[in-house]
């Protein structure tokens, strides 16, 4: 079955650092686009970025532009974001997920916390 | 930047009730538009896609309509595991973003 599992998630100093992970199986990964969407505590969902089947084409949210960086890795079946200079307005659950169309997102993983606080 | 609005905010609802939910984009979106539902503390699952597919293993009482700048969603008879947030969003081609909206929670009355 279609497992998207995201980790690298936890507490961080505001300027600090964090690398997310989403294990991709069940599906051939290549075959889908990826995005990474978060969700602050208790709000709504927010788009953070975006990356084709073959990681040429990339899109970022306004807020996260220039401090984050998607990818992937097809032969390991993996979406990263590397996420630098964080702010507490970071904090947020961020899930992966997958289109096998451009325009929507048909599934989701279950998410990784990310804390920003001193 | 296109701009997605949902309403109401907040929906009391009873079993077997016929609910509906609206999202009006600031600007013509043609029918590039989703909803999902999401459980408290579960991942959002996708229902509708390009404004009125269902997608595959969605209920059928689940169904969206509309296209430019005005959708709905539909629930045709409430059922216990419909409680939950929904959430429209819209791709816009032309300039790449994907927008949500602020959701709308459908409690029980």
């Known amino acids: 079955q279609v497992q998207l599992v995201e980790s690298g998630g936890g507490l961080v100093k505001p300027g600090g650092s964090l690398r997310l992970s989403c294990a991709a199986s069940g599906f051939t990964f290549s075959d889908f686009y990826m995005s990474w969407i978060r969700q602050a505590p208790g709000k709504g969902l927010e788009w953070v970025s975006y990356?084709?089947?073959?990681?040429?084409?990339?899109y970022y949210a306004d807020s996260v532009k220039g401090r984050f960086t998607i990818s992937r890795d097809n032969a390991k079946d993996s979406l990263f974001l590397q996420m630098n200079s964080l702010r507490a307005e970071d904090t947020a659950m961020y899930y992966c997920?997958?289109?096998?169309?451009?325009?929507?997102?048909?599934?989701w993983g279950q998410g990784t916390l990310v804390t920003v606080s001193s | 930047d296109i701009q997605m609005t949902q309403s109401p905010s907040t929906l009391s609802a009873s079993v077997g009730d016929r609910v509906t939910i609206t999202c009006r984009a600031s600007?013509?979106?043609?029918?590039?538009l989703a909803w999902y539902q999401q459980i408290p503390g579960k991942a959002p699952k996708l229902l509708i896609y390009k404004a009125s597919n269902l997608e595959s293993g969605v209920p059928s009482r689940f169904s969206g309509s509309g296209s430019g700048t005005e959708f709905t969603l539909t629930i045709s008879s409430l059922q216990p595991d419909d409680f939950a947030t929904y959430y429209c969003?819209?791709?816009?081609?032309?300039?790449?973003?994907?927008?949500f909206g602020q959701g709308t929670k459908v409690e029980i009355k």
């Open positions: 997920a997958r289109g096998l169309i451009r325009d929507h997102f048909d599934y």
């Open positions: 600007q013509s979106i043609g029918t590039w």
């Open positions: 990356i084709s089947t073959t990681g040429q084409t990339i």
């Open positions: 969003q819209q791709y816009n081609n032309y300039s790449p973003t994907w927008t």
